[in-house]
């Protein structure tokens, strides 16, 4: 089984539409992490989390939140998503004494019309 | 702030031959972690080498290595050999090492192309 889960892996939705993104891990990191992939753009941080208590804004975090549930568990909300929010979505684990080397997920590719 | 950047958006090889991807950073910091991500048509990253800023000895997997300057900032992926299975999205990345909880910084990335 894959250490990083995303669901869903490919969603369409329409404008306006509330989305959760749902990341789930079983490497025990501390660390997680959601990046947008636009083409021509690379990653960008959407939001980043170092423990359950702890949630970051990253470069682009306008029009997203996150929750952490527990440990392994770290969804990315759109609460009324757009169409330049289209883009493929990876989760991302780490842990402090990893090189702090990434473990990223497949991704969910999301388009919104 | 730390930027990536990676001149190249797209490149090809021979199969067999030798490629390199260009990579520069810009940092006010001393020690720090360098990295290179390969994206396959797939969409998985997966984790192609790593440096430490640290280390003067150039990293190397198998056919793929890297040529660090540090007093440059210069991070070029050398990969020698190309294979069809090479074709891929590669992403530079950067990572302060004592700056506390950072993540990662990404180029835009390059596209290799492997002509068989």
């Known amino acids: 089984d894959a250490d990083v889960t995303q669901t869903p892996r490919n969603r369409i939705t329409k404008t306006g539409k509330r989305i959760m993104l749902e990341c789930s891990q079983t490497k025990g990191h501390d660390r997680m992490y959601w990046y947008r992939q636009d083409p021509g753009l690379g990653l960008r941080l959407i939001y980043y989390?170092?423990?359950?208590?702890?949630?970051n804004k990253g470069e682009i975090s306008d029009g997203y939140s996150v929750s952490r549930q527990a440990q392994a568990k770290f969804s990315l909300s759109l609460e009324s998503a757009i169409p330049n929010q289209t883009a493929l979505y990876f989760c991302?684990?780490?842990?402090?004494?990893?090189?702090?080397?990434?473990?990223f997920g497949p991704g969910t590719r999301l388009t919104v019309l | 702030a730390q930027t990536v950047t990676q001149s190249q958006p797209e490149m090809s090889v021979q199969e067999a031959e030798t490629v390199t991807l260009s990579c520069t950073y810009d940092t006010s910091e001393s020690d720090y972690y360098l990295f290179w991500y390969k994206q396959p048509p797939s969409r998985q990253m997966i984790l192609v080498i790593r440096?430490?800023?640290?280390?003067?000895q150039n990293a190397t997997e198998n056919r793929f290595s890297v040529n660090f300057q540090k007093a440059a900032k210069s991070f070029s992926l050398k990969i020698s050999d190309s294979q069809l299975g090479d074709a891929a999205m590669y992403f530079c990345a950067y990572r302060n090492r004592h700056s506390g909880n950072t993540p990662l910084v990404f180029g835009k990335g390059t596209r290799l192309s492997v002509i068989a």
């Open positions: 991302a684990t780490s842990d402090r004494h990893s090189y702090n080397e990434q473990f």
């Open positions: 989390s170092f423990d359950v208590k702890d949630i």
């Open positions: 440096q430490e800023a640290y280390k003067q």
